[in-house]
T-cell receptor, first 114, second 111 residues
Framework: GAVVSQHPSRVICKSGTSVKIECRSLDFQATTMFWYRQFPKKSLMLMATSNEGSKATYEQGVEKDKFLINHASLTLSTLTVTSAHPEDSSFYIC??????????FGPGTRLTVT | DAKTTQPTSMDCAEGRAANLPCNHSTISGNEYVYWYRQIHSQGPQYIIHGLKNNETNEMASLIITEDRKSSTLILPHATLRDTAVYYCIVRFSNTGNQFYFGTGTSLTVIP
């Protein structure tokens, strides 16, 4: 099946710094990718929809200036957590649509802010 | 997208069939039923999806009731590696539509 990768798989950063997470569709082109966040023992929460060549669409309550999304190509979307704080520590997961109806998820990125 | 309700947790003996129910009573006519699972600290894995007919693939079978208000995911011979959280999601067929995850069912396969 289709493969989606994320980089890095885990990252530790200091409070106040920014960190970028990459999401790539390896064997298909994805005009739309999605970013989720998952806290321990909780379900995935959709953060935003990333559209190639246009601005991302954010879910209610998600700060677009804090979580910067760039979808510059059909195989790459990036999520930048700006001025990270300990409460931003979470498991971040991306997904990409593979036509016609399937959506494939990346392996996730574990962010720890100290 | 329609909401779904699933039992919080279930146990299944290894080698037996695991039947995971899902209620989606407000599903609309052109919404599909998708099943994903998530093993601890990994991304969700696609299992199967369907519209109104029963579906089967190498991983599982999906049984959708005639009124489409509920469905059951069947893992025919559960193994220890099937221990995971299983999510039932409904969404429109348009590939641009996002998934909204519920709480899922935590399945534990017991040796």
């Amino acid at each position: 099946g289709a493969v989606v990768s994320q980089h890095p798989s885990r990252v530790i950063c200091k409070s106040g710094t920014s960190v970028k997470i990459e999401c790539r569709s390896l064997d298909f082109q994805a005009t739309t990718m999605f970013w989720y966040r998952q806290f321990p023992k909780k379900s995935l929460m959709l953060m935003a929809t990333s559209n190639e060549g246009s601005k991302a669409t954010y879910e209610q309550g998600v700060e677009k200036d804090k979580f910067l999304i760039n979808h510059a190509s059909l195989t790459l979307s990036t999520l930048t957590v700006t001025s990270a704080h300990p409460e931003d520590s979470s498991f971040y997961i991306c997904s990409a649509n593979s036509p016609p109806n399937e959506q494939y998820f990346g392996p996730g990125t574990r962010l720890t802010v100290t | 997208d329609a909401k779904t309700t699933q039992p919080t947790s279930m146990d299944c003996a290894e080698g037996r069939a695991a039947n995971l129910p899902c209620n989606h009573s407000t599903i609309s006519g052109n919404e599909y039923v998708y099943w994903y699972r998530q093993i601890h600290s990994q991304g969700p894995q696609y299992i199967i999806h369907g519209l109104k007919n029963n579906e089967t693939n190498e991983m599982a079978s999906l049984i959708i009731t005639e009124d489409r208000k509920s469905s059951t995911l069947i893992l025919p011979h559960a193994t220890l590696r099937d221990t995971a959280v299983y999510y039932c999601i409904v969404r429109f067929s348009n590939t641009g539509n996002q998934f909204y995850f519920g709480t899922g069912t935590s399945l534990t396969v017991i040796p």
